[in-house]
């Protein structure tokens, strides 16, 4: 049974119609250890399944240290969104649902344009600051 309905499957379709470039989406679960793991990495995988842009890779989050510390995984399942060439650090963590799902689709797309859509004082103020910022944001199921 599929995790997205074929009317969602549809606008998303037209959503993804707006892809510029390419999207990894990585995906690190340990499907014994966490039912969860299974749902994100099905549902990235019929999403994938839509646009011809949107590419899949599934990591095992205990056996492919390497790749889990080089992308800076912290739990599963994860999510890393990024694009072909460029890792924005961008990181979605459990089984994006809801209002959560939305995010997702955003992220891809703002990952596709390369660009955040900040405003160039955004930007320069960004610049300004004197080391990186880890910027979390939580949300509850809903």
Do not use: C, W
Request: glycine share 6%; proline share 5%; hydrophobic share 45%.
């Amino acid at each position: 049974m599929a995790l997205v309905t074929e009317e969602v499957a549809a606008q998303l379709k037209g959503e993804f119609a707006q892809l510029a470039n390419p999207v990894r989406l990585a995906v690190f679960s340990q499907a014994l250890a966490d039912p969860e793991s299974e749902q994100v990495r099905r549902l990235v995988e019929e999403l994938a399944a839509l646009d011809p842009r949107l590419s899949v890779e599934s990591y095992n989050f205990v056996l492919d240290k390497e790749k889990v510390e080089a992308l800076g995984i912290t739990r599963i399942p994860a999510i890393a969104i990024m694009g072909a060439e460029k890792d924005y650090g961008i990181r979605m963590y459990g089984l994006p649902s809801g209002y959560e799902f939305g995010t997702l689709v955003e992220a891809i797309l703002d990952v596709s344009r390369a660009d955040s859509g900040l405003s160039e004082e955004t930007r320069a103020g960004l610049k300004e600051l004197a080391r990186p910022v880890h910027l979390q944001v939580f949300s509850t199921p809903t």
